[in-house]
């Protein structure tokens, strides 16, 4: 592990292998717990660095307006492109396999110890800092467009519109990307 | 058992931005219309599906699981990431093979203000479950700058936030 000014210079490498691919999906459903996003960023990005941080935000992007999980679809675009549809489907599995298995598995504990009155609080606690999480990708993604006042604008009005006034992402979503694709053309973002 | 399939596959492809899209029209259709499971069991499946590591969608197990068992987990799991899988492959490759036009740049130039506005938001309404105050600002806002300025592995960020919580919501 090395430290994040390497990160940044270092060129990223795609994975060699379907079964490098289907591990590196893998260990992010492993351990995703608090949200898969974080994690996705945290392996692709970090760890493995199959992708710059530029790339994992254009295809996060591409996935958002997707139907659909985003991350699943993370993995089903990254493994077509390097792959094609061996590497869609070792990626889509990698990613579901363990979280399937942990959901199930949660759902016969949860009925055992849902009354415990350590639980409730705790997993509050862990929800929240899920969320935390979150919020720490979404600064991580937002560093290039720090200094572009109209940019940040955009993405504050994203925030709000979803985030606070819980307006639907399907009215949001195009009324969104039209201003932002404007702003594009007048090289505002 | 191809009924759930069905039902699943048709929400698929209107969940844009994950399963919380959908969320109350697949409420109407398992516990109003079908009454696959009763509306508390449909609320401890939602928390049981948050509470594990991985994505919300598989509630959608969950509920195939309580229609028909392994097989109907499966099933539902299919039915709701099959079209929108499809959808990602198509898209994908047109994404790709656009690779160096002109238009992509300038989507892409767009496009990343919006996505960092979404992850926000979906972390925002992730960490205020019953409205914003001092304590989940607290815990939420220790463990977004935790994430951004470190490299500390984000398991102890969510053990930190699970001792935050006990010691604050207990």
Known sequence: ?189 | MTELFLTFALLSLFAVGGISTIMPEMHRIVVVANAWVSAPEFTQLVAVSQAAPGPNVLIVSLIGWKVAGLAGALVALAGICVPSAAAAWWAGAIWDRFRDAPWRALVQRALLPVTSGLVLAGGYLVATPEGIGWRNALIAGASAAALYATRLNPLWILAAGGAAGAALFG
């Open chain 1, 1 to 189: 592990m090395s430290d994040l000014t390497e990160t940044k210079v270092s060129s990223p490498v795609p994975p060699r292998s379907l079964t490098e691919l289907f591990i590196g999906f893998l260990s992010i459903g492993a351990r995703a717990f608090g949200g898969v996003l974080p994690w996705a960023h945290r392996a692709l990005v970090e760890e493995r660095r199959w992708l710059s941080p530029q790339e994992f935000a254009e295809v996060l992007a591409l996935c958002q307006f997707l139907p659909g999980p985003n991350v699943a679809n993370v993995a089903v675009v990254l493994g077509r492109r390097w792959f094609g549809l061996p590497g869609a489907i070792a990626g889509f599995l990698g990613l579901m396999a363990l979280p399937f298995a942990w959901v199930l598995g949660l759902a016969l504990l949860y009925a055992d110890w849902a009354a415990h009155p350590v639980v409730r609080p705790v997993v509050a606690g862990v929800g929240v800092a899920g969320g935390g999480l979150f919020i720490g990708t979404a600064l991580k993604l937002a560093r290039p467009i720090a200094k572009r006042p109209v940019a940040l604008a955009v993405a504050a009005a994203c925030f709000a519109a979803v985030g606070v006034f819980r307006i639907s992402l399907l009215l949001v979503l195009p009324v969104a990307v039209a201003l932002a694709v404007l702003a594009a053309r007048k090289r505002l973002v």
